[in-house]
């Protein structure tokens, strides 16, 4: 198997200067122009920081996770907080392919970013955005979201007027779910609160209630007793509304770790988002199956020194070398998302080999320690490094930093900025070869 770097294009979005070639070092080059003074037509730029997604993983991980669903049970995507790092427009074609019937976002903003995208099937958005707007601003948004057949979490009696009338401008009926709170105690309302907006709803002919939904608050708990208990409380609610003859729409409730964990709360729809991005919620996670993480961060050395014993390295001193040391400089930062806190705790794998972290970690470079790798090999700059591995059982892999940092995977994959560039990486069946340092991505 070999893989291959390839810029996914998005379904509708023309192409820019910012579709990047990347190959093999820090240069910045532009087409020769010829003789004449015309201007050059393409530019090519590089990136020293790369987050490969691996596109087959999350089609793998999308596979297992709906090996636990019955036939007909639809499959939502949390794709909020840039696919949480991953990028929105890396990942969206890989979830097309693979016949994911809808998004869940948490910002209006997401949602127009993957209608840009060229996403066509239904968005779910789950924060009650709406409600902090008013006037005209609350008008154009709710008529943007109406328009663009994305279905609102509301849980105000105040925001249902303008979802109405927005219905009404742009001649389309407004499609919005219903959240109850069950235990989670963050977004969503109480029973009764609910009861009250689903007769004011009846009342609007224009306003149609698509989706009826709750969240666990561990679902990736040992035993699942909070969790069930939460879905408890659901199925009683569902029950008061088929009591009352009122039509069902869509239930849904299960995260990635209820998937696993609760077969009762599958209903007609499941939300993964972490699991599909290949991690487990928690190391204490109930049941663990085996998904594949997408993201690896990789970089080069760019600069490797000798330093005598006794020197001080970084910012604060915190760290002094015990022996002659030869220290390499990569070029990433906590302004790129490498957390400050695995400061002299964390590692980069260059050759293979973990390098401590040594000294504090600065806004755009980290200082490792290179001195045994350098006694079994020839170390010098422009060696590649990989700051997050995909190996789970890395030094430096996403579980193993939340470990750590006693933090969960979605602070750290999350965290990583813009300015560590998203590419697309796919395996093909042509033989082993690695292709890790071309980072090549077709304009």
Request: a neutral charge; proline letters at 5%.
């Amino acid at each position: 198997m070999a893989y291959t770097h390839q810029k996914i294009k998005p379904f509708s979005r023309p192409r820019t200067d910012s579709d990047v070639q990347f190959r093999n070092g820090p240069l910045l080059s532009v087409d020769a122009a010829p003789e004449t003074n015309r201007r050059p037509q393409r530019t090519q730029m590089v990136s020293h920081l790369i987050a490969e997604i691996d596109l087959n993983a999350i089609a793998r991980n999308i596979g297992i996770l709906r090996s636990y669903l019955s036939a007909g049970c639809r499959f939502c995507v949390a794709v909020k907080a840039n696919a949480y790092g991953h990028g929105m427009e890396v990942v969206l074609p890989v979830l097309e392919a693979e016949r994911v019937d809808m998004l869940a976002v948490a910002t209006v903003t997401e949602a127009r970013q993957a209608r840009e995208l060229g996403w066509q099937l239904p968005i779910l958005l789950m924060g009650t955005e709406l409600s902090i707007y008013q006037g005209a601003l609350k008008r154009d948004v709710a008529e943007w979201l109406v328009r663009n057949n994305v279905c609102i979490t509301m849980l105000a009696i105040d925001d249902l007027h303008a979802i109405e009338e927005a219905a009404k401008a742009v001649e389309m009926p407004a499609k919005v779910h219903l959240k109850l709170d069950t235990g989670l105690s963050r977004m969503g309302v109480d029973e009764s609160q609910l009861l009250e907006l689903i007769e004011r709803i009846e009342a609007c002919p224009n306003v149609l209630i698509d989706g009826l939904y709750t969240h666990f608050a561990s679902a990736d708990e040992r035993g699942c007793a909070f969790a069930g208990g939460q879905l408890q409380r659901f199925e009683k609610f569902v029950g008061v509304l088929r009591s009352r003859s009122t039509k069902t729409p869509t239930l849904h409730a299960a995260n990635s770790a209820a998937v696993v964990n609760l077969p009762g709360s599958h209903y007609d729809m499941v939300r993964p988002g972490i699991g599909v991005y290949g991690y487990q919620t928690t190391p204490s996670e109930l049941q663990r199956i085996d998904l594949s993480p997408v993201m690896r961060v990789v970089s080069s050395v760019m600069l490797v020194k000798r330093v005598p014993e006794g020197s001080d390295v970084g910012y604060g001193r915190s760290f002094r070398t015990k022996r002659e040391s030869i220290l390499g400089v990569v070029p990433i930062g906590y302004a790129d998302g490498l957390d400050r806190r695995l400061s002299n705790a964390g590692f980069v794998t260059v050759k293979g080999i973990p390098a401590p972290i040594v000294g504090k970690i600065s806004m755009d470079q980290t200082i490792i320690d290179l001195t045994e790798i350098a006694n079994q090999t020839t170390i010098t700059a422009g060696c590649h490094a990989v700051i997050m591995d995909n190996n789970p059982n890395s030094p430096n892999s996403v579980e193993s930093m939340a470990r750590h940092l006693d933090t969960i995977p979605y602070e750290i994959v999350t965290s990583i900025s813009p300015r560590v560039v998203r590419l697309a990486r796919r395996r093909h069946a042509m033989g082993e070869k690695d292709l890790t340092n071309s980072f090549l991505q077709s304009s």
